[in-house]
């Protein structure tokens, strides 16, 4: 038994939810395979609402959340991993009903854990975690369904949050001109500066609604946020473009017709970076240690110690943070 510290989000007798680090010990973790004793892990929006208490997130608590997780194989009683591999654990159910990377161990299924590939350390890793690995899946998708760099620019849409941002930076790594849609009008030099050659103002991506059409613009597009500007951005597609969606933060329902589909022929693609293979996401953690790798990473991140969680949620939630967060345990 080893003991450790963790972020743990509790209900208090008001139904209140409380965030605070605690010592946990190793013996109170779930059940699983491998133990891995955690370096990094990174703050997303699903985490925010876990420690806030959103029951379709996580059911139980007290819980420590943190869907992503990168450190180093403590115990392991399968033969594909030994203590001392340096390992990735992101999805599945961890952070959501099984205790998460805000915890200084993590024991999880085997059948979750990849081997950290060599062109990647553990902190490239968590800078881009979930959000990373949601941004290349909807790149992949795009380029499957047939986009290719040239004049008309690849929207992306909560281009200051997570998935945006690195969506960002590796279409404009690939060739892509890029149009990044926010709401804050004084990040633009901030998505200049990861690769947008265009920045369009979010109220420009809401208009229209009540439209059936809107004027052919975008390449392809890169949805963070859904509702009914991920709609309008179907709308602006080209003939045979498509829109990759992985997001929900403007909500998951959207005014939409057959229109832009029978007389455009463009595709909506949906995308998931949880429950999909593990083989899957190897292929993508490969992609970005390789030929999609991003070299100007620190560009997006600012790390924060354990204690420093808190505050940082709350930030998240009230819609004001910019890139990436990466939360060191060591």
């Known amino acids: 038994m080893t003991g450790f510290k963790a972020l743990q989000v509790s209900e208090n007798a008001e139904g209140r939810f409380i965030t ?12 699983g395979e491998v133990l891995i004793r955690v370096s990094y892990s990174s703050l997303n929006y699903k985490d925010a609402l876990s420690a806030s208490g959103n029951r379709g997130v996580t059911r139980n608590y007290p819980h420590t959340p943190g869907i992503d997780a990168a450190g180093t194989v403590a115990e392991s009683s399968v033969a594909e991993f030994a203590p001392g591999d340096e390992v990735i654990v992101t999805g599945y159910d961890l952070g959501m ?6 915890g200084q161990y993590i024991r999880v299924p085997a ?10 350390s553990l902190r490239e890793a968590m800078i881009l975690g979930t959000a ?4 290349a899946l909807c790149v992949d998708k795009l380029e499957q369904a047939g986009l290719e760099p040239g004049e ?5 849409t909560g281009a200051t949050g997570g998935v945006g941002s690195i969506a960002v930076m590796l279409l404009a790594r690939l060739g892509y001109k890029v149009a990044a849609v926010t709401g804050k009008a ?3 030099e901030f998505l ?7 920045v369009v103002e979010r109220s420009a991506l809401q208009a229209g609604v009540e439209k059936p059409l809107l004027k052919e613009q975008w390449a392809g597009a890169v949805d963070t946020v859904g509702g009914d500007i991920l709609f309008n951005v179907v709308k602006s597609l080209q003939r045979g473009a498509s829109a990759a969606c992985c997001g929900l933060t403007a909500g998951v329902g959207f005014q939409a017709s057959v229109l832009p589909f029978i007389l455009r022929g463009v595709n909506l693609l949906g995308v998931d970076s949880v429950e999909i293979p593990l083989v899957v996401k190897a292929s993508m953690w490969d992609k970005l240690s390789l030929q999609w790798k991003l070299p100007d990473l620190d560009t997006l991140v600012q790390e924060i110690a354990l204690d420093e969680l808190p505050a940082a949620i709350e930030r998240i939630l009230a819609g004001q943070q910019v890139g990436r967060m990466l939360v060191r345990l060591d």
Do not use: C, M
Not at 192 to 198: R, V, Y
């Open 192 to 198: 200049q500066g990861l690769g947008a050659s265009q």
């Open 97 to 102: 009903n099984t205790a998460g990377g805000f």
């Open 186 to 188: 004084d990040q633009a």
């Open 152 to 156: 008309a620019p690849v929207l992306v």
């Open 111 to 120: 059948a979750w854990v990849i081997k950290r590939p060599s062109g990647l």
């Open 20 to 31: 605070q680090v605690v010592e946990r010990n190793t013996a109170d973790l779930p059940a």
């Open 132 to 135: 990373g690995l949601t941004a």
